[in-house]
């Protein structure tokens, strides 16, 4: 049988029917069985595409031309958003998003998990009350353009660096602090870096706020130790952003798309900011990992401990703890608690947070859960219950299959990708019945989808 190849050819136009949205927020059609991505086209629409770009499997098109627009179109609030490509979905009205979110995790469902899709409970996503203004951390590239400080991302598939002066999905905190230290930078003509021809200094500004607390935190991120007028430059952050009560600078010489380098210096102020959760504290540093959007984390947490259903008596692991925010919000409920990650800083993190807060039932340890569970079972500690929060990759395949050795009563699966959780869902289904999946809308306007699964260890195998 011969295999069949793509037949559309670059520049070609045809029209196309938009069935539903991609992972990525792209539209997906149909050509001639011969499956379109489609950027800013949505679910619905009737429109005239050329192809730019000729895969094995698929092409990739642009809109020429609507034919039939969506209902559920609206005009994107930012003047950069075609260009920047930091977000995908801000044409399309919220309600639509979360719908569509949900139907993303459903894609991912039927395309890698062998369990029948509807005879699972996917609940609706849960969304923001005001979907803008929700990240508490910004990293802008810095650049010159026509003799003046720039600071933005760069460009969606180029390398031209977009100036932004107010992004929508930023907290205005950071906003504000990233294009004062811009003027600050000019007047100060502070060398800035040139990625080209490797030379200047100032690379990226990066800003963090506490949404409870107003505290900022500032990073400067440079390509060499020496600052020109470096107390001249300290003093006027101080004086034009009081609200700065962090300033870092972080060296990264190397040629790398790595935003962070290996050596950071406190240049004044404290080395930490203060972040609120419910009633969890937080001492974040300069490189600490910390979620994005504080009002959905609440959220996503509150829904960790429905699903977890302690009792107050539970063994608890949480895998991947990170500095152990998911384990400190589920300790009140738990009888111990007990997490691991492989970044030794982070557990540093969570023993600190677990020790400012009392809880004496929380135990974090450095080193890979599948190493340790096994360990903690001969010893005859058995988990009851085992919350997972992987990275995007999924969880690790010697973990899965320690968790379906272990078989602990319930798994809390807190998931960023419905791609790799669909997987991880397929191989738990074994010993695990999907209880429920709860999708939560961490991202406003971009085309990630945030989810939790609680499974519950079918009754043949206790």
């Known amino acids: 049988m011969t295999k069949k190849t793509i037949t559309i050819k670059k520049g070609q136009q045809f029209p196309l029917t938009i069935k539903r949205l991609g992972i990525n927020g792209e539209g997906v059609g149909y050509f001639k069985k011969q499956v379109v991505f489609v950027p800013g086209a949505l679910p619905g629409e009737e429109v005239v595409v050329e192809a730019t770009d000729i895969h094995l499997k698929y092409a990739e098109a642009k809109i020429k031309k609507i034919r039939k627009r969506s209902p559920h179109r609206v005009m994107p609030r930012c003047p950069v958003y075609e260009q920047c490509g930091g977000c995908q979905l801000q044409h399309l009205d919220y309600e639509a998003q979360l719908r569509e979110k949900r139907d993303i995790v459903i894609q991912a469902l039927e395309r ?5 899709v509807e005879t699972l409970e996917i609940r609706p996503t849960i969304g923001m009350e005001d979907p803008w203004h929700y990240r508490n951390k910004s990293q802008f590239q810095v650049g010159m353009k026509k003799g003046e400080v720039i600071a933005g991302l760069y460009g969606l598939n180029s390398h031209q660096l977009i100036d932004i002066s107010e992004c929508l999905i930023q907290h205005p905190a950071t906003n504000r602090v990233t294009n004062m230290v811009k003027m600050i930078l000019q007047d100060l003509r502070i060398p800035i870096y040139n990625e080209r021809t490797q030379t200047g200094l100032v690379r990226t500004i990066v800003a963090r706020v506490g949404f409870r607390t107003g505290d900022v935190q500032l990073v400067l991120i440079t390509a060499k130790k020496e600052i020109p007028r470096k107390e001249l430059l300290i003093a006027e952050i101080k004086r034009r952003l ?4 962090s300033i870092v600078q972080n060296i990264n010489g190397q040629k790398t798309s790595l935003i962070f ?3 950071s210096l406190l240049l004044e102020g404290e080395e930490y900011i203060q972040e609120v959760l419910g009633d969890l504290s937080f001492e974040l ?5 910390f979620q994005l959007n504080p ?9 960790v401990k429905k699903a977890a259903a302690l009792t107050g008596t539970e063994k608890v692991v949480d895998a991947y703890c990170g500095v152990g925010t998911i384990g400190l919000w589920l300790a009140k409920g738990a009888g111990e608690i007990r997490g691991m990650d492989v970044i030794p800083e982070a557990i540093e993190d969570a023993k600190k947070n677990a020790k400012k807060h009392g809880f004496a039932n929380a135990t974090y340890v450095s080193g890979k859960a599948e190493a340790l569970l096994p360990k903690w079972v001969k010893e005859g500690w058995k988990p009851d219950v085992i ?3 992987p990275p995007r990759t999924g969880c690790d395949e010697q973990l899965l299959k320690t968790i379906l050795k272990v078989k602990p009563q319930r798994i809390v699966y807190v998931s960023c990708n419905p791609s790799s959780l669909a997987r991880d869902i397929d191989v738990l289904s074994k010993f695990y019945k999907v209880d429920y999946i709860q999708p939560v809308d961490m991202f406003p306007h971009t085309a990630h989808v945030e989810c939790m699964v609680r499974l519950e ?6």
């Open 112 to 116: 890698h998990c062998r369990l029948p």
């Open 242 to 245: 009081p609200e700065v009560k």
């Open 261 to 263: 380098g290996e050596e």
């Open 285 to 289: 540093s300069a490189r600490a990992f």
């Open 295 to 303: 009002v959905q984390t609440v959220k996503l947490y509150d829904e």
């Open 387 to 389: 919350v997972v929060d």
């Open 457 to 462: 260890l079918k009754d043949i195998v206790q």
